[in-house]
T-cell receptor, first 112, second 111 residues
Framework: KAGVTQTPRYLIKTRGQQVTLSCSPI?????VSWYQQTPGQGLQFLFE???????NKGNFPGRFSGRQFSNSRSEMNVSTLELGDSALYLC???????????FGSGTRLTVV | SQQGEEDPQALSIQEGENATMNCSYK?????LQWYRQNSGRGLVHLIL?????REKHSGRLRVTLDTSKKSSSLLITASRAADTASYFC???????????FGAGTRLFVKA
């Protein structure tokens, strides 16, 4: 079966712009979680969605938002980009959201 | 702040040796998972151990869990160069739906 697909793989944006990242989970997985990974902070939890509802979120500013569609595909949006938003953004899907995540290869975002 | 903290931060061993990584966490958990990440890629789920289990095996992997000490260890036996990666422990918070990862242990296996 197909894995978790994240698009795009690489992205370069300018400070102040906004960006939308996409994640297609494994077929049948209804939970999608998003993480930001940086060398200094490691893997930081952004939010988790299940059946189009956000069930939990991390400690990120309101510039970071997400949503999930009825087909379980998810998007995350970052508005007013800052240099510190440069990171690898990882999406993970699972059946219910408690364990056994399958990760995508990530989107490498560079803000200049 | 991180829920899980791995120790050591980095580990370098020869092929064929065993590698042991430790993870400590702060709050009660339902389960603890270990993941592997090859450089710049997504994470791969290795093994899950539930809070009522003490030890679990999967191939060359052995995981232990001590809930009284809030710690877990991952043992990789007979390491191979292909095991070179970062290893993370992960725990669920708030009854689930929020899995928190530790800072990771970088393992380098020399051929």
């Amino acid at each position: 079966k197909a894995g978790v697909t994240q698009t795009p793989r690489y992205l370069i944006k300018t400070r102040g712009q906004q960006v939308t990242l996409s994640c297609s989970p494994i077929s049948g997985h209804r939970s999608v979680s998003w993480y930001q990974q940086t060398p200094g902070q490691g893997l930081q939890f952004l939010f988790e969605y299940f059946s189009e509802t956000q069930r939990n979120k991390g400690n990120f500013p309101g510039r970071f938002s997400g949503r999930q569609f009825s087909n379980s595909r998810s998007e995350m949006n970052v508005s007013t980009l800052e240099l510190g938003d440069s990171a690898l953004y990882l999406c993970a899907s699972s059946l219910e959201g408690r364990y056994g995540y399958t990760f995508g290869s990530g989107t490498r975002l560079t803000v200049v | 702040s991180q829920q899980g903290e791995e120790d050591p931060q980095a580990l370098s061993i020869q092929e064929g040796e065993n590698a042991t990584m430790n993870c400590s966490y702060k709050t009660s958990i339902n389960n603890l998972q270990w993941y592997r990440q090859n450089s710049g890629r997504g994470l791969v789920h290795l093994i899950l151990i539930r809070s009522n289990e003490r030890e679990k095996h999967s191939g060359r992997l052995r995981v232990t869990l001590d809930t009284s000490k809030k710690s877990s260890s991952l043992l990789i036996t007979a390491s191979r160069a292909a095991d070179t990666a970062s290893y993370f422990c992960a725990t669920d918070l708030d009854g689930g739906f929020k899995t928190i990862f530790g800072a990771g242990t970088r393992l380098f296996v020399k051929a």
